[in-house]
């Protein structure tokens, strides 16, 4: 068995050698310019280099990571006073605990935001507030959905913070690399000049 893992491996690096990507290819200094942004700048007139996960083509179903997704930031931050269950970045969903102020346990609210796009806009979160009322001895519980004022102060004040955490984000983008385009989320489109 060893044997031929080996013969395998031989054959293969045999094999490589003929690429034309692993060619030794004699590079001339004076054609590149010396300061690496110079020549990230060239490379990207050139069209040369690849992408990583930077694509312009973003489709409904692409997700970016949670750290880096200013909607998803925003509403943690938004809820950050509450406890909470479940926060699922993969399922796009947000739990609340119950959580009651001035520690009165008669009443309490439970808050669950579901993201169905990573867009920043008013149709992108969906809030549902509960509200549970017990009787004095917490025997007798009632909860009911409230999605009156409350909801829409909650959303807009998560898509206010998020759009702030997004410009943030463009102008730190910009400093970094002043040569890639502000449409880019990644940072990897060329910039209009």
């Known amino acids: 068995m060893r044997l031929i ?21 004699p590079v001339d200094a004076r054609e590149y310019p010396p300061d690496p942004k110079e020549r990230v700048k060239k490379n990207i007139e050139e069209g040369r280099g690849f992408r990583l996960m930077g694509s312009t083509n973003k489709k409904s179903g692409d997700f970016e990571f949670a750290s880096s997704n200013p909607l998803w930031r925003a509403s943690l931050d938004t809820l950050n006073f509450m406890p909470l269950i479940s926060a699922n970045y993969g399922g796009g969903i947000i739990i609340t605990d119950w959580y009651s102020e001035n520690n009165n346990p008669n009443e309490s609210i439970k808050i669950s935001v579901r993201f169905l796009t990573n867009e920043i806009r008013t149709d992108a979160i969906d809030i549902n507030i509960f509200l549970k009322k017990c009787s004095q001895n917490q025997s007798n519980c009632t909860i009911n959905q409230n999605n009156g004022n409350l909801v829409a102060e909650l959303k807009s004040s998560i ?31 060329p910039k209009a000049e």
């Open 5 to 25: 893992f080996q013969t395998f491996v031989i054959i293969s690096l045999i094999s490589l050698t003929g690429c034309e990507a692993l060619k030794y290819r």
């Open 159 to 189: 898509l206010k913070r998020a759009a702030r955490y997004k410009k943030e984000k463009i102008e730190k983008n910009k400093k970094e690399n002043p040569y890639v385009g502000i449409e880019s989320v990644g940072g990897d489109a």
